[in-house]
């Protein structure tokens, strides 16, 4: 039972990175990523049988973990959302295949455990047993399952538009060929905002800039929605989709030239610092929840939870990069001084997540003009729910002396 799973593991591997990909992209485009992945479950289904019942519990938990969280991540919640289609099926087939594994793994465990030992040494030996597989699978397997489902999990449905004003439907060629979807508000005031990542949780603030006069631009990320392309949870890449963007409202005709800004939340936040940083075409960026996308922010995190969540973050770097077949970006620490002299304002929660706490270290590494606003009843992105009037004064402010070169307009 465990060898028919690693192989429908293998099966949907082989049919996500190489017969069916996702539109946009090629087999030439996952091939670090399957060949590793089908490498390790071919080494996997070989060795199995010859382990003690120990190794092989421990082999079919580990993998299962990652097939059945991969699975319902990606295609039970894309048949659910919209139907299955495409490597779906084979994605229910691993879905199956991994509580198959959780089965057997566990199984093995209850069978194998010794009898035999005194019960003072049976229930130590079992305790550190068991914290040292929580350890494990903290620090190796669940960063493994996250990489996978940064990776290949993604929103497939496109929301209802509620912007405030009539919008277009836009379409975007990125630079390494891929096709993204989105709306555009034309421009009152001449000067326009890109609002990433997506066409759902962005909209409020689409609403507050609409209702100032600026053009606002959303846009399906890469893998998201009806936009081409591989899908990373992390931003990893995703700044290419942002100098496309900036590209696009430049040669707008309600858009005057050099008034065009950036608002990310969360990774988009992120990604527009990044993008900020490589092209001088977003003239001001606003960024909130920034934290950490990988090894190099986590290893800019204080204290004695550096070095609890440097491992973890090590090992879904590597995932990550495996699985993505792309490198991880600068440091935000490292881009974000290149911004200037263009103004950026960071944002960030008192009660966040994912690194928030790390903006000052990138508002003392960002140059002049630079402005840092710390939301003390806010959770992660919630500034303008939990601040409406104050968040629409800053933001708004800050974009009509970036790119208006006005004073606040505080409605």
Known sequence: MARVAFALVALHVADDCFVQPRPGTGARDHLVGGVVSLAALTVALVVYPRLRPGGRAVLALCVGLVATVGAVAEAGYHALEVGPSGDDFTGLAMLAAGVALLAVGGMTLWRSRRLEEPLARRYARRSLVAVAGA?????????????????????????????????????ITTADGLELRGWYVRSKNGAAVIVFPGRTGPQPHARMLVRHGYGVLLLDRRGEGQSEGDPNGLGWGMDADIAAAAAFLRERPDVEHGRVGGLGLSVGGEVLIEAAAKTDLLRAVVSEGAGIRSLREALGVRGVSRWLTAPYWAVSTGATAI??????PPSLAALVPRIAPRPVLLVYAAHGQGGENLNPDYFA????PKELWRIPDSGHI?????????????????????????????P
């Open 135 to 171: 350890l494990v699978a903290f620090q190796v397997v669940v960063p493994i399952a996250l990489a996978y489902v940064l990776t290949h999990a993604s929103r497939p449905v496109v929301p209802r538009a509620d912007l405030g004003a009539p919008h277009e439907e836009v379409s």
């Open 323 to 328: 699985l993505s077949g792309r490198l991880p």
């Open 365 to 368: 590494a960002a140059g002049e």
């Open 382 to 410: 919630g500034g303008i729910d939990a601040r409406s009037g104050e968040y629409e004064r800053r933001v708004v402010g800050f974009f009509d002396r970036a790119l208006l070169g006005a004073g606040g307009t505080a």
